[in-house]
């Protein structure tokens, strides 16, 4: 069975700062594809970034960039320039080729960005 | 725009009263889930449909069922809703083999 750990309940960082959010993961897959899905207060769930597992290249998106590290099962999710409306739960999520996309997702981490 | 739209938003059934709770999409994915999210917690996969190909998780309660008539809609029945049942109900769509999802904003249910 694949778990998705974010060991990191909540986080804080000040407005411009940068802070990085842990996840890791465990699987015997091969191929599988890596997610951070970001979650506002009372609003809905919103794909930020992926990462697909033979892509040795880490994945970026404006912002946000991941430091994708294979061997050792770690996916972390870097987040510069930190907006007040970056404040969300974030969670990291995990999905095998053939499995209709069944998402995994770890516990989550909640994120305030502060003045 | 494309997106997941989920009816109602907010609902309060009485503890035994059966629920049907709505989603709808215009991405025409032929993947669609149903999940269970209770506070501050990951969301859980009940179960999902690969076009009218119903895929049931193990441990889902045979409380919940759910329909889906065609590609754009499904449902999510509670038959006799318990208290433990109270957490907010998220849809997601996706493409087979596009690996990420798409979600609603969710239906927040209360049981009373």
């Known amino acids: 069975a694949q778990t998705v750990t974010q060991s990191q309940p909540e986080m804080s960082v000040q407005e411009a700062e940068t802070v990085t959010l842990s996840c890791t993961y465990d699987t015997s897959e091969s191929n599988y594809y890596l997610f951070w899905y970001k979650q506002p207060p009372s609003r809905q769930m919103i794909l930020v970034i992926r990462?697909?597992?033979?892509?040795?290249q880490n994945a970026t998106e404006n912002r946000f960039s991941v430091n994708f590290q294979k061997a050792a099962k770690s996916f972390s999710l870097k987040i510069s320039d930190s907006q007040l409306g970056d404040t969300a739960m974030y969670f990291c999520?995990?999905?095998?080729?053939?499995?209709?996309?069944?998402?995994?997702f770890g516990t989550g981490t909640r994120l305030q960005v502060t003045l | 725009d494309a997106m997941v739209i989920q009816n109602p938003r907010y609902q309060v059934t009485q503890f035994g009263k059966p629920v049907t709770l709505s989603c709808s999409q215009t991405?025409?994915?032929?993947?669609m889930y149903w999940y269970q999210q209770k506070s501050s917690q990951a969301p859980k996969l009940l179960f999902h449909y690969y076009d009218k190909d119903f895929n049931n998780e193990a441990d889902t309660p045979d409380n919940f069922q759910s329909r889906r008539p065609n590609t754009s809609f499904c449902f999510l029945d509670i038959r006799s809703p318990g208290l433990g049942d109270a957490a907010m109900y998220l849809c997601?769509?996706?493409?087979?083999?596009?690996?990420?999802?798409?979600f609603g904003p969710g239906t927040r249910l209360t049981v009373t």
């Open positions: 991405l025409n994915h032929n993947v």
């Open positions: 997601a769509t996706s493409v087979f083999g596009r690996f990420e999802q798409y």
């Open positions: 990462q697909e597992a033979y892509k040795q």
């Open positions: 999520a995990f999905t095998t080729t053939g499995t209709a996309s069944k998402l995994t």
